[in-house]
């Protein structure tokens, strides 16, 4: 699948599904969030992608701007609350508001436990949980100041059982999955929703650089699924939540993996 292509999973999915709604990925301009901005695009939203670097996040803005809606591309430091607030200020002034949020930047290296350097440590768990809590509650203040709207965020299975070797990526996200049910719980009265989509292993760039050459071959023997994801796998999920399809969910968690965390037959 190239740039641009819209991935055959979302084709479900009504054409003006999102059509005057605001959409703010951050990581958008790269792996799974490029796949997300562009399919919320090709579903009518005016979509803003953010990150650290503008020449990541400009071909995708053109490609959003050429499915006939608009765009915004904003650099962006998320383990920097003062820059987060500076994000969603440019958004907002862009859109006018922000209806939907998708929690996407990442980072992530291996590294025994007892070798993580305390820089390595904070640059994971900064970028996952600091992150992905200081753009919750800034686009959060504003959305219960206008009526609601839905934040997803990209967790990972390995929340949810052992992370060896990327320990720093297993707690971050961990933290992730209980962030997002303690503010589904404070702020359902103000009308935001919040979910976390956790991936399993998905076949991007970032994740082809940081793989063993036999993992792929070690991991597909026992996924229920037969194979790896592939980032459009990702964006079906990310939709329905932050549709009105999804209005009575939230505080729930969604696996995307395969089958990854099921125990492989012993048949």
Request: charged share 20%.
């Amino acid at each position: 699948m190239t740039l641009g292509e819209t991935p055959p999973t979302t084709e479900v999915f009504a054409d003006d599904l999102f059509e005057g709604e605001r959409v703010l990925v951050t990581g958008g301009g790269t792996g799974i969030g490029e796949h997300i901005a562009l399919a919320f695009a090709d579903h009518g939203a005016d979509v803003a992608i953010a990150s650290r670097n503008m020449d990541h996040l400009e071909p995708v803005a053109d490609e959003i701007e050429s499915r006939g809606v608009e765009s915004c591309a904003t650099t962006v430091d998320i383990r920097d609350r003062e820059r987060v607030d500076e994000m969603t200020e440019t958004v907002v002034d862009e859109f006018g508001g922000i209806d939907v949020l998708v929690n996407n930047a990442g980072a992530n290296f291996l590294s025994p436990a007892e070798s993580l350097s305390e820089n390595g440590w904070r640059a994971v768990v900064g970028t996952v949980l600091d992150g992905t809590a200081y753009c919750s509650f800034s686009v959060g203040e504003h959305m219960m100041e206008n009526d609601g709207g839905s934040i997803v965020s990209m967790g990972a299975s390995n929340s949810v059982e052992g992370a060896p070797y990327h320990a720093h990526s297993g707690a971050g996200k961990a933290g992730v999955h209980n962030l997002m049910q303690s503010l589904a719980a404070e702020w359902a009265d103000d009308g935001v929703r919040c979910n976390t989509v956790a991936p399993g292993v998905i076949l991007t760039d970032a994740i082809d650089e940081i793989l063993p050459d036999d993992y792929r071959e070690q991991v597909t023997d026992y996924l229920a699924g037969d194979r790896l994801g592939e980032p459009e796998d990702c964006v079906p999920p990310v939709l329905f939540l932050a549709s009105d399809a999804a209005a009575y969910v939230t505080g729930s968690y969604y696996q995307v993996d395969g089958g990854q965390l099921v125990a492989p037959s012993p048949l």
